[in-house]
């Protein structure tokens, strides 16, 4: 069975940051595309970040780039987001991807 757990959502202020974890299970992690996808309250599901199998591409919503960095560790089917400068519109719940598959989701809240 497929499972795609997230965690290191919180609260912080404009500018701060957080990494966010992603545990995958039941699949051969190392041969995947992963993304990240977040739903802001009240909007649709946005496709933020994608990276390739072995971490050697990735790609970005314009949005983000340049504040955020996916990466993916194959050793420890784990797949990350290091989001940096957060604004107040980054505020969601950020999946982790796989296909058609997610997780249960992180909830991310920047204000002051």
């Known amino acids: 069975e497929v499972q795609l757990v997230e965690s290191g959502g919180g609260s912080v202020q404009p500018g701060g940051s957080l990494r966010l974890s992603c545990a995958a299970s039941g699949f051969t992690f190392s041969t995947y595309t992963m993304s990240w996808a977040r739903q802001a309250p009240g909007k649709g599901l946005e496709w933020v970040s994608t990276?390739?199998?072995?971490?050697?591409?990735?790609r970005y919503v314009d949005s983000v780039k340049g504040r955020f960095t996916v990466s993916k560790d194959n050793a420890k089917n784990t797949l990350y987001l290091q989001m940096n400068s957060l604004k107040p519109e980054d505020t969601a719940v950020y999946y982790c991807?796989?296909?058609?598959?997610r997780g249960q989701g992180t909830q991310v809240a920047v204000s002051s």
């Open positions: 990276i390739n199998s072995d971490g050697s591409y990735t």
């Open positions: 991807v796989k296909s058609q598959l």
